[in-house]
């Protein structure tokens, strides 16, 4: 996981981002890369894991980051699932433009002190943060949230931004569990953001899920769109790192969901 991507050339390039003119309701959805993502509305951005860097450690990026920092619009909120590094980005978070708010799990608000937020808010599961019309609910999911070995106090979960009418739903970082139903039952997101990397070897899959599980995941929220994320980034499993899409693409037409199922080009915006 470490050799092979110090050896292959990174890929991709940044976009000049094009963001489109918005109508009341309508969501802009930019994949930035791994799990980060930009949401926009017509009066609102939202930052959800940022995280641009080319090296987390001795781990490569193998495939560039879609966006610039400078590029990226100033977020109203940013939303961060958990402390693993891959997710929670202090270099990328330090250079964002503020005033922004930071919703983040419980345990995990220490760790984001420092880096610029005006405000910053630990959520418990199935708690709610209300702004101006905007709700967003932090949901479980199977993971775990420790950004060191001695740091198990820390949260993870997913969240779901409800806004104009409309519902997405970013899992963070998870294994397929039970809890989809419940997430789909209470809460019924529309777009619906689903890692779909980091499955093999099968013991991978205690805290990650592949396609296959995506697919059910996408069954259980009950969605209308599965955009798939958390692949062909970083090497965080020994699955090739072309083979999550592939295999997701060809679930999907045997299923009948291709028209469903979005996989994004990273840097630019899908109008929802």
Not at 50 to 71: E, S, T
Not at 89 to 96: G, S
Not at 202 to 220: K, L, Q, T
Request: charged share 25%; glycine share 8%.
């Amino acid at each position: 996981m470490v050799w092979k991507p110090l050896v292959t050339k990174r890929r991709g390039h940044p976009k000049i981002p094009v963001f489109p003119k918005l109508a009341h309701g309508q969501v802009a959805i930019t994949w930035i890369g791994h799990a980060s993502f930009l949401i926009q509305f017509d009066d609102l951005n939202v930052l959800i894991d940022p995280n641009l860097a080319n090296w987390l450690f001795l781990l490569k990026r193998v495939r560039r980051a879609g966006l610039k920092i400078k590029d990226l619009p100033r977020p109203d909120l940013v939303l961060l699932t958990h402390a693993h590094y891959d997710h929670f980005h202090k270099p990328t978070l330090r250079r964002l433009r503020s005033p922004r708010i930071a919703l983040v799990p419980w345990g995990v608000g220490d760790l984001a002190r420092g880096l610029g937020f005006e405000r910053i808010i630990e959520m418990e599961w199935w708690e709610s943060f209300v702004r101006g019309g905007c709700r967003v609910t932090f949901a479980p999911s199977k993971h775990w949230g420790a950004r060191t070995i001695s740091d198990h106090h820390r949260g993870y979960g997913g969240f779901v931004l409800e806004y104009q009418g409309r519902k997405i739903y970013h899992a963070g970082d998870s294994a397929y569990f039970e809890g989809f139903k419940e997430i789909g039952k209470r809460l019924a997101p529309e777009i619906a953001l689903l890692p779909i990397g980091a499955y093999h070897p099968e013991a991978f899959r205690v805290v990650h899920m592949g396609p296959d599980e995506a697919i059910r995941a996408f069954h259980d929220l009950r969605a209308h769109w599965l955009v798939p994320m958390h692949y062909g980034t970083f090497k965080l499993s020994f699955e090739d790192m072309d083979e999550p899409p592939r295999w997701l693409t060809e679930l999907a037409k045997r299923d009948g969901l291709s028209e469903r199922v979005r996989i994004m080009e990273e840097g630019t915006p899908a109008v929802f």
